[in-house]
């Protein structure tokens, strides 16, 4: 599994990339801004997942958030961060993130959601943010993602989905993946009945 973390902390990088490659089957890149991540992505990438810091240099609100979703799409984005407020939690959400993590979580816990998130599980959003399913709130999907859904619900194949959207068939096969971990979900049948009963779409 080949991980970017891009972050402008020398020393939680370090960390972080030394705890992860313990693990033989984690190989992580480092990146300390926004421009510098893109570059690798271009480079070497698209990773299995880009992690993400919140307040890295290039951010500039959230647009950096988009830029590295756009360039890493299908793969997943997600957002670290010590800072982020519910709203903009939310917001990171909507903008492509899979999910938005507190800082202040354990080494050992960051771990365990990034190989969540890679093998396509459901990771819960930060803490009082809406997307987590089987919650109170609907879960929350990115633009491409509702596309997919509204063509789940509409009863197409991957191939018909891949056609309709302009889309390769993998990368339609990964927002499925993505789709179902984050509606808590294992078939096109579950998907459309939590999709129903949010008004997903």
Do not use: W
Request: net charge neutral; hydrophobic share 45%; with cysteine.
């Amino acid at each position: 599994m080949r991980i970017l973390f891009a972050d402008d902390h020398d020393l939680l990088r370090d960390v972080l990339k030394a705890y992860l490659e313990v693990d033989e089957e984690l190989t992580v890149e480092l990146a300390s801004t926004v421009d510098e991540a893109l570059v690798k992505i271009a480079h070497e990438g698209p990773f299995d997942l880009v992690l993400l810091d919140y307040q890295i240099p290039g951010m500039d609100g959230l647009l950096g958030l988009r830029r590295i979703v756009a360039a890493q799409e299908p793969r997943p984005v997600l957002l670290i961060t010590g800072v982020a407020t519910e709203g903009t939690a939310t917001a990171a959400l909507r903008s492509g993130a899979v999910a938005v993590l507190s800082k202040t979580m354990s080494v050992e816990k960051l771990k365990i959601a990034i190989v969540s998130v890679i093998n396509g599980s459901f990771v819960p959003p930060y803490p009082g943010s809406a997307g987590q399913a089987g919650g109170a709130h609907a879960p929350t999907l990115t633009p491409r993602q509702e596309q997919v859904l509204r063509c789940i619900c509409s009863g197409l194949s991957n191939k018909q989905i891949a056609r309709e959207l302009k889309l390769t068939e993998a990368t339609v096969k990964m927002h499925v993946k993505m789709i179902f971990a984050k509606l808590s979900v294992n078939s096109r049948t579950q998907a459309i009945l939590i999709s129903k009963s949010f008004n997903l779409l």
